[in-house]
């Protein structure tokens, strides 16, 4: 057989693959263009280990895998450094279901951009682990094979991500959005309604906003529905400056396979999206402000909301 057939059996093996490794990938950086930079790598690295006349692949899907899965830890660590130096907080990328493979999707495990935020705080092999038997049913013994670690090593670092984390080992996948929960965000940031705004909140919730230095945003997370309205109140009173006749626009789109928020004021969008506890209240939000990492979403709401009543716009920024 000769180099140019090896070379394309490498080839169609890799385009095979090509969308779980990016699943696996993007699920490991949180970031798209990495993800992809990796795959692109582990195609490299498969023509060239087909080349080897000495090297032979019993299966591809397993050492194609193995090389992203390694490849995508070294990556984690390089880009650990980088973001100690980010300005304010660090959130992953958010992408478009219509930009993630079908089958990413589909299988929205470890997908939502909490768990992709919440996963930095993992080593980056615990993370893979985690990626690997959650999103992708892997066992202990097949991703130990990967990290050269023993099924036991594996199965404790599983269940200690699980743990920090806080994700039941038996729960589903998380399901969408409470509707009537982003109605509710929807109408009360169209017109000013801070009071609203505030019932939804839990009162020890966290909003992380991530501006990158490249916008105008909150340089260290906000803990406290008091802190997170006063935030949002300042929104409202320069976005009314800006705009005295519709200062915000607040639309739901689709985001990581996911319902969230995209706010448009001053010139700009802002995706926000949410997590909410077993009473409704939300505790958590996201803010995703910096434009570079919006290059990936069309922005196009995926429901439109009942048309507003007039809005009280004294409330906003008082």
């Not at 990413?104 to 990626?131: F, G, I, K, M, Y």
């Amino acid at each position: 057989m000769d180099g140019m057939t090896l070379a394309v059996s490498a080839t169609v093996a890799w385009q095979s693959e090509r969308n779980r490794l990016l699943g696996i990938a993007y699920r490991m950086l949180g970031d798209f263009g990495h993800a992809e930079d990796v795959v692109s790598e582990v195609a490299i690295d498969a023509v060239r280990q087909e080349r080897k006349a000495e090297a032979s692949v019993d299966s591809w899907p397993a050492w194609l895998t193995t090389v992203c899965v390694r490849r995508s830890v070294d990556r984690v660590r390089q880009l650990a450094a980088i973001r100690e130096d980010y300005t304010g907080p660090w959130l992953p990328e958010p992408v478009d279901a219509s930009v993630l493979p079908e089958e990413t999707v589909a299988n929205r495990e470890l997908l939502s951009l909490t768990l992709l935020h919440l996963a930095e705080q993992l080593a980056p092999e615990a993370r893979a682990a985690l990626v690997l038997h959650r999103a992708f049913g892997m066992s202990a013994p097949e991703i130990g094979d990967i990290l050269e670690k023993t099924p036991a090593t594996v199965r404790q670092m599983i269940s200690r991500a699980e743990r920090r984390l806080d994700i039941d080992p038996d729960a589903p996948a998380p399901r969408a959005k409470d509707r009537a929960v982003l109605e509710k965000l929807v109408h009360a940031i169209e017109q000013g309604d801070i009071d609203t705004v505030v019932g939804l909140l839990h009162r020890d919730a966290v909003l992380w906003a991530d501006g990158g230095g490249k916008v105008k945003s909150a340089m260290n997370p906000l803990f406290g529905a008091a802190r997170i309205a006063r935030f949002f109140s300042g929104i409202l009173g320069k976005a009314v400056v800006f705009d005295p006749v519709r200062p915000v626009r607040a639309e739901i789109v689709e985001v990581n396979g996911d319902a969230a928020l995209v706010l448009r004021h001053h010139g700009r969008a802002d995706i926000v999206t949410f997590d909410a506890g077993p009473d409704g209240s939300i505790r958590e939000l996201r803010q995703l402000s910096n434009p570079d990492k919006l290059t990936r979403l069309s922005l196009v709401p995926s429901w439109s909301p009942a048309p507003s009543p007039p809005r009280n716009r004294s409330r906003a920024g008082r």
